[in-house]
């Protein structure tokens, strides 16, 4: 079954809702409607997920970034006031923050790949990986 998302301006659930409702009306369909319904909702429900995972995982990236950052300006504070105080020199060593952006430049990253040759996806699982289901499953390419 193809869907194409340029077809319609209705959202791809509800193309494949009709789509596949349409096929499952039929008595030989192996699936039912309801079925299909349910089938969409828990597409739907995963990639609802799946962003509210990835938001709260870069939420979280941004304030432990903040954090080290305060942490660090308060620690030079300190230092510059400890420094003062005590009439000697300022300690000019680089913060931990400056520390990790400087090995972090130098680890040497993978070439990125301008020609589309991705036949090295060894970090994905094949067909055959992935666990059976029970329930019947709809295939959609968008």
């Known amino acids: 079954m193809q869907i194409s998302s340029t077809s319609s301006a209705l959202p791809l659930s509800t193309q494949v809702i009709k789509k596949a409702g349409d ?6 369909s192996p699936v039912t409607p309801e079925q299909v319904n349910t089938a969409v909702d828990r597409g739907a429900d995963r ?22 950052y305060s942490n660090s300006s308060q620690q030079k504070q300190l230092d510059i006031y400890l420094a003062v ?21 130098q680890q040497p990253r993978p070439p990125l ?19 059976a289901s029970s329930e019947p499953t709809i295939s959609v390419r968008a």
């Open 23 to 28: 096929a499952a009306q039929d008595p030989a």
């Open 47 to 68: 990639v609802t997920l799946s962003q509210q995972s990835a938001d709260a995982s870069q939420a979280n990236r941004r304030e432990a970034a903040s954090e080290v």
């Open 85 to 105: 105080a005590t009439e000697s020199d300022v300690d000019d060593q680089p913060t931990p923050l400056e520390v990790a952006r400087e090995v972090s430049q």
């Open 113 to 131: 790949n301008p020609a589309g040759d991705y036949s090295d996806n060894s970090g994905l699982a094949s067909p055959g990986q992935l666990p």
